[in-house]
C-alpha cells in the first residue's frame, strides 16, 4: 500500500503538467484486435479524467484487408498507398464505420460515475491523389483541410475527437 501512496505522491506533478494540453493518440488496427485493448481503452479514458484533451486518430488495415479477402478483392498499393477502387471503398467504409463505433461505444461507457463524450464527423477535408506514376488512386486522397476550430472547440467542451482514415470531399 505504501508503495502504491508513494507513487501516487510522485505522479501528482506529472499530472498537474499535463492537465488541460491536448494529446493525439493514433490507434493502429492492429491495437483494436489486440488482446490489451480493453486495458488501452482504460488507460484513455484515464487520461481524459485526469483533464487531458484528446484527440485519437484510428487506423483500419488489418480490418480493411480481412474485408477484402472475405469478398474475394484483392489489395493493391503503389508508394504504399492503398489504391481504393469501388470495390475496395465499400471495404473500407465497412470496415472504418465498424471500428469507429466500436471504438465510440467502448469510451461511452460510464467509468466511476465520469461519462465521456466521442464526437467526429466531416473535420478532414481530402482532396484526390488523382494519377501518379501512370497509377490511378481511384478515391484515396490526401488531406485537404483540418477543421482546427471546430476541433478547438470540441476538445473545450471535454469532448474526445475520434478522427478515422477516410477524409470528406467537397
Request: charged letters at 20%; aromatic letters at 6%.
Amino acid at each position: 500500500m505504501l508503495d502504491y501512496v508513494n507513487w501516487f505522491r510522485h505522479s501528482t506533478p506529472y499530472i498537474n503538467q499535463h492537465r488541460d494540453c491536448t494529446f493525439v493518440l493514433m490507434l493502429p488496427g492492429e491495437a483494436m484486435i489486440h488482446a490489451n485493448f480493453s486495458n488501452i481503452i482504460h488507460d484513455i479514458m484515464l487520461l481524459s479524467s485526469l483533464g487531458v484533451r484528446l484527440v485519437l486518430v484510428h487506423g483500419s488495415r488489418p480490418q480493411i484487408e480481412e474485408r477484402l479477402a472475405a469478398r474475394g478483392v484483392q489489395s493493391r498499393y503503389h508508394n504504399d498507398l492503398r489504391v481504393t477502387d469501388l470495390d475496395t471503398l465499400g471495404c473500407v467504409i465497412d470496415a472504418v464505420g465498424s471500428l469507429r463505433n466500436a471504438i465510440g461505444a467502448r469510451l461511452c461507457t460510464q467509468q466511476s460515475g465520469n461519462r465521456l463524450r466521442v464526437v467526429g464527423g466531416n473535420l478532414v477535408t481530402a482532396k484526390p491523389i488523382g494519377v501518379v506514376d501512370g497509377v490511378d488512386f481511384h478515391h484515396t486522397g490526401e488531406v485537404r483541410r483540418i477543421d482546427r476550430k471546430a476541433i478547438t472547440r470540441h476538445l473545450a467542451d471535454d469532448d474526445i475527437v475520434l478522427l478515422s482514415s477516410p477524409g470528406y470531399s467537397p
